[in-house]
């Protein structure tokens, strides 16, 4: 080292018999220590890797006696690393001491040599950026790179801080390599324990925001789209719970591998936890290309699953969101995808669904509550309600309204306001309508039975009902077999469903007048009916709106409207039901315009036929409401 460093100090332009200077190790050995120093979070000193204490240190240096120079090598010599002296050019000048056996090669050997002579371009040049970043930030630079050495691939890490010492006119550098392979091993299995599921060996959740965060970005940048994909096992509790753990294990294992094969290579696919995979698709050139990658997922469930003997047809739900449109925050997209998911459950299971922006909450909110109303009518849940209609005139009794009631339903869902429409728009109202009937019919016979005079029982039709062609045949079949009588039934239409002459529902109203049903005019007064089409068609009812109703006494609008109707229909020989009456005004008001019939929680809420039974005795009289 003795010669080396006079080699050293003479390149640096001193004179040949200026004496070795130990503060030239010591410049040199400062370097070494601040690179080891300034690692933060690393205690991995100078003074630890070579166990001596900080004072001993600083006495060494200071000292600067020429005794020293061979201690300092010696103990340079005992560090497990190769310390180095690059210049700016990556040229090795000095080889400052090392363990040989570390480097595969005399030390000797490297001495004057490139950096790219001596490794592979690729490691040579990020050495190179590296010494170029060290030496214009005055910086400690970090790197961590691989090598194949005779014993195999080795990592190794890097330690690179300027000296700021000058040979030949280039800048120079103090690099410490360290072989790092065996602490790299066990902090790669580390991290992948940490980072990977055991069962499946997939990736798992702590992956997946990083990975998602990436993937979003990669698709703003390549203007391209992404889709994320939440996917369930359908029924997996049931098999996991009756064919034990062992067999549900097996089960995950062989789904993972299945997505495995379904997904390309680029696709990340996570097992979040439970029976929940979530896959991350990128690339996709189109929008739709994520429905064809879904199918082809949901396609790897179609052969059955043979595990422990048994033969298991297994599906799975699978909810998307696509980015980066549906990502106004990058955490919504995994609780969009989710939802999604649950929709495509809730809409029978074995597909995917759309998470989309303008459909956005509704459109899953609707399939939710579409499934849990489908499930409420098989497992008839639902129940009929009755509110009595009263003769203005002298309170007598003279009908009920059937009004449908799903008492399990969320809070927000239990009103048929919110519900029927649903029910309409997915179908569901065909079968409900018909239930209606039937229940309706039922307690028709039982009131009769118990000798109680109803008046007659009125049921809201919708709109789709009154457009199926085979609804007036059902009813005739249902009103036979309950041989009830045509004439205690009254059905309630709105006004936007009386349309065409000769249509469907024309011919279904005609059908009905003749079995003797009696036909009303529901929310008279919301909907765009003409006097000409309330004309054409064999009404007898008319029931003025709750809207206009409310306004009575207050609102001389809904007064003026009001009073028209009543009138209007008195022309029309039609009768007038007032509906959603609460006060004695409104009552007051519809008595001196002579309505005929009021319905309305002033008199009665509609509540279950077990409650209203006693107002049907001969002379029952205007009662309040009990429900
Ligand atoms: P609708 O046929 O106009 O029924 C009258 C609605 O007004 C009922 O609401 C009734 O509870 C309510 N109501 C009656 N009196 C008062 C009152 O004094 N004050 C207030 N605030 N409300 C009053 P409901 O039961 O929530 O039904 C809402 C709508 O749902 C019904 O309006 C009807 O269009 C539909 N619907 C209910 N049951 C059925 C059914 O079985 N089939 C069909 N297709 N539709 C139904
Ligand atoms: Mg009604
Ligand atoms: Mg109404």
């Not at 065996?182 to 324990?193: C, F, P, Q, V, W």
């Not at 003997?309 to 696509?322: D, H, K, N, P, R």
């Not at 497992?379 to 209609?389: G, K, S, T």
Request: charged content about 25%.
């Amino acid at each position: 080292m003795h010669r080396l460093l006079a080699r050293q100090v003479r390149k640096l332009g001193m004179k040949a018999h200026t004496p070795p200077d130990a503060s030239q190790w010591a410049v040199l050995l400062d370097k070494i220590s601040d690179a080891y120093q300034q690692a933060d979070n690393d205690r991995y000193t100078l003074e630890r890797s070579l166990q001596i204490s900080s004072d001993e240190m600083q006495e060494l240096f200071q000292r600067q006696k020429a005794t020293t120079e061979g201690r300092l090598q010696a103990l340079v010599n005992a560090l497990p690393d190769l310390v180095f002296m690059l210049d700016e050019d990556g040229r090795h000048v000095e080889v400052i001491g090392g363990d040989e056996k570390k480097l595969f090669r005399p030390i000797a050997e490297i001495k004057g040599h490139l950096l790219s002579e001596l490794l592979p371009a690729n490691t040579a040049a990020f050495f190179r950026q590296a010494i170029r970043r060290s030496l214009q930030n005055s910086c400690l630079e970090l790197l961590e790179y691989t090598l194949t050495v005779p014993v195999g691939r080795r990592t190794f890490e890097g330690r690179i801080m300027p000296t700021g010492l000058k040979v030949g006119g280039r800048q120079t550098v103090v690099f410490v390599a360290r072989d790092i392979t065996e602490l790299a091993r066990s902090r790669d299995e580390l991290e992948h324990i940490a980072t990977h599921d055991a069962l499946t060996g997939l990736p798992n959740r702590t992956l997946l925001d990083e990975r998602l965060r990436q993937a979003v970005a990669r698709a703003r940048r390549r203007r391209n789209y992404g889709a994320l994909l939440v996917l369930d096992l359908d029924r997996f509790k049931q098999i996991n719970d009756s064919l034990g753990h062992q067999i549900g294990d097996e089960l995950l294992q062989e789904v993972a591998e299945r997505l495995r094969r379904a997904c390309r290579q680029e696709d990340t696919i996570v097992r979040f936890g439970g029976d929940e995979f979530v896959i991350i698709l990128e690339d996709l050139q189109v929008e739709s290309a994520a429905a064809g990658a879904a199918q082809h997922i949901l396609d790897a469930f179609g052969e059955p699953f043979r595990l422990a003997g048994f033969e298991l047809e297994v599906t799975a739900s699978a909810g998307i969101c696509m980015f980066p449109e549906n990502t106004p925050r990058d955490d919504e997209l995994l609780r969009h995808a989710d939802n999604a998911m649950y929709a495509a459950k809730d809409a029978g299971r074995n597909r995917y669904a759309f998470y989309t922006e303008e459909l956005g909450g509704n459109a899953l909110a609707f399939l939710a509550l579409e499934s849990r109303l489908r499930k409420a009518i098989d497992d008839a849940e639902l129940r009929l309600f009755y509110q009595p209609q009263f003769r203005l005139r002298d309170g007598a009794l003279v009908g009920v309204e059937a009004l449908v009631r799903w008492p399990g339903a969320q809070p927000e869902h239990r009103s048929p306001a919110v519900f029927i429409p649903v029910a309409e728009m997915s179908g569901l109202i065909e079968p409900l309508g018909l239930w209606v009937l039937e229940e309706a019919c039922g307690q028709i016979v039982r009131w009769q039975q118990a000798g109680f005079d109803f008046g007659q029982v009125a049921i809201n039709l919708s709109c789709r009902q009154l457009n199926n062609p085979l609804l007036a045949e059902r009813v005739k079949h249902i009103l036979a077999r309950h041989r009830v009588d045509g004439s205690l039934l009254e059905f309630e239409i709105t006004e936007s469903m009386v349309v065409k002459e000769g249509g469907i529902a024309h011919a279904n109203l005609e059908a009905f007048n003749g079995m003797g049903i009696r036909l009303a005019i529901d929310d008279f007064g919301t909907g765009h009916s003409s006097l000409v089409n309330l004309k054409r068609f064999p009404l007898r009812r008319l029931k003025i709106d709750r809207s206009f109703i409310d306004g009575l006494g207050e609102d001389s609008n809904d007064e003026a409207i009001t009073s028209a109707s009543i009138a209007l229909a008195k022309q029309l020989k039609l009768e007038v039901v007032a509906e959603g009456v609460e006060t004695e005004t409104q009552a007051a008001f519809l008595r001196r315009h002579d309505c005929e019939v009021v319905q309305g929680f002033l008199y009665a809420k509609p509540m279950p036929a077990a409650e209203i039974d006693w107002r049907f005795a001969p002379n029952a009289t205007l009662g309040r409401g009990s429900a």
